[in-house]
């Protein structure tokens, strides 16, 4: 990343398009693995238990070697250290987000920090959250307002967004949150200087990274064409997850070093799908412990 770019991000919370993080050949390995992925995932009509969003193909790092590896992409990397400031760098969270035609749901406007308990290491000594994570959103579709393009608020236009709100600006809708799946804390539009949200509209292979605290939102994919993103959430390695406060996040959460000091070559257990070319080559997908992260708080599953 230039560093007028760097500079960008630092005031605003946010940066794209970002280009040529990924070769032509690399990003049609990447959507035939992913497409892959969101074509086999459990579905109740497939005789599974229960259906997975397409939306919702969460840590799949942590079971497949191939996703894991998508997570160490040097050229992600370098950009991800230099944001963080820091070469010491881990895996948070990473996602399949595949909004299909016609389909997917709106995400209202919200922080990530509002749901992400995790220490900033640069700030010794407390156990207060504080998230110091970046945030890479890989376009493996063109992104179009019609198909459900995601919407920014910079820095520059809520300044007081460089932390977590304050708590007049939160919607809490309750409920259980014993899953990734209650997005429960959302922010009052009408507190929002939405007269400046900023479209983030890409092209394939263009990418957008943001901070744990941009405040962004997205509508349904109203188009007749798919959209198709990579994400993965960076963190500084030494960054602590604080139990008892998102029931998903406890105190076995792995974040997982995937830079500098640490950094391992795949997570214990994780699967090798050989041949990413369509179902015939995840006979079963490991009898679907693989998608066994994307159900709620699955670590303690992962270690039966």
Request: proline fraction near 8%; hydrophobic fraction near 35%.
């Amino acid at each position: 990343m230039e560093p007028e770019q760097l500079k960008q991000y630092e005031a605003d919370g946010c940066i794209f398009p970002v280009r040529g993080l990924f070769r032509p050949e690399r990003l049609e390995e990447i959507d035939r693995l992913l497409s892959t992925l969101v074509a086999e995932r459990p579905q109740v009509e497939k005789g599974d238990e229960q259906t997975l969003a397409p939306e919702d193909l969460l840590n799949l790092h942590l079971t497949c070697k191939e996703v894991w590896e998508l997570c160490r992409e040097p050229s992600v990397l370098e950009v991800a250290a230099q944001i963080l400031g820091c070469q010491d760098v881990s895996v948070f969270t990473s996602r399949i987000l595949c909004k299909e035609p016609g389909t997917g749901k709106e995400i209202v406007w919200h922080q990530d920090s509002n749901y992400w308990p995790l220490t900033d290491p640069f700030d010794a000594g407390t156990l207060t959250p504080a998230p110091r994570v970046t945030s890479l959103w890989l376009a493996l579709d063109e992104v179009t307002r019609e198909n459900g393009a995601m919407e920014v608020l910079p820095f520059s236009a809520q300044p007081e967004s460089r932390r977590n709100l304050p708590q007049e600006f939160i919607l809490d809708s309750g409920g259980s949150t014993k899953a990734f799946d209650n997005f429960n804390l959302s922010l009052d539009s009408s507190k929002l200087n939405v007269a400046q949200k900023r479209p983030v509209l890409l092209q394939r292979g263009e990418a957008e990274f943001h901070s744990a605290y941009t405040i962004h939102r997205s509508e349904p994919n109203r188009s007749e064409r798919r959209r198709l993103a990579w994400i993965v959430r960076y963190c500084p390695t030494g960054s602590q997850v604080v139990p008892g406060i998102r029931d998903s996040f406890d105190e076995d959460y792995p974040l997982v070093p995937v830079l500098g000091r640490g950094a391992v070559e795949a997570p214990a257990g994780a699967l090798r799908l050989e041949g990413a070319e369509g179902a015939a080559a995840f006979p079963g997908l490991a009898a679907r412990e693989i998608y066994l992260p994307c159900f709620g708080n699955a670590v303690k599953e992962l270690k039966k």
